[in-house]
């Protein structure tokens, strides 16, 4: 993804993208996607705390945990020992958004798992991912390479 590194300017002051987030988080340490932006960044140091990426999603949960992004940032990055593993923090995103096909997808490369009761097998996460865009070729690729195996 191509991300600026400029922000805008405030007060005759530019500001980086970083430094953004990191005025948000000063401003209200509550902001989720303050923290999601700033893992997404590389993780900072906050308030004398050194915050790794991963740390970051972790706050983003802690702060909002109704929000799928921040629970398929938090898996995106291997889980966590407080939250959840991989797998169990993209059954987190997916049963509060039941439309997010990255996280179907996701799901599935970790070989499926349960979301909201039901048990998905690694391809039929795959399919809800195509059924939800089927113009994602990487769910495409995984649905037919699932295919494959299942022989």
């Known amino acids: 993804m191509c991300i ?3 922000c ?8 980086t993208r970083k430094q953004c987030f990191l005025e948000a988080i000063n401003i209200d340490h509550r902001i989720a996607r303050a923290w999601i932006g700033l893992g997404d960044m590389g993780g900072a140091v906050v308030d004398g ?3 790794s990426n991963k740390q970051c999603y972790e706050q983003a949960v802690k702060y909002n945990p109704a929000s799928a992004i921040s629970w398929n ?4 990055a291997g889980g966590s020992t407080e939250f959840g593993s991989t797998s169990e923090c993209y059954e987190r ?3 509060i958004n039941p439309g997010f096909g990255k996280a179907w997808c996701s799901l599935g490369r970790t070989g499926g798992g349960t979301v909201a009761g039901q048990l998905y097998s690694e391809h039929q996460c795959y399919e809800q991912a195509v059924a939800i865009d ?10 037919g390479f699932a295919g494959i195996q299942s022989f």
């Open 73 to 76: 940032c938090l898996a995106d």
């Open 8 to 15: 805008g300017t405030v007060d005759g002051k530019k500001y």
């Open 93 to 95: 995103a997916l049963t």
């Open 4 to 6: 600026r590194d400029r």
């Open 134 to 143: 089927p113009e994602d070729a990487l769910a495409r690729y995984n649905l």
């Open 49 to 51: 705390q050194d915050y």
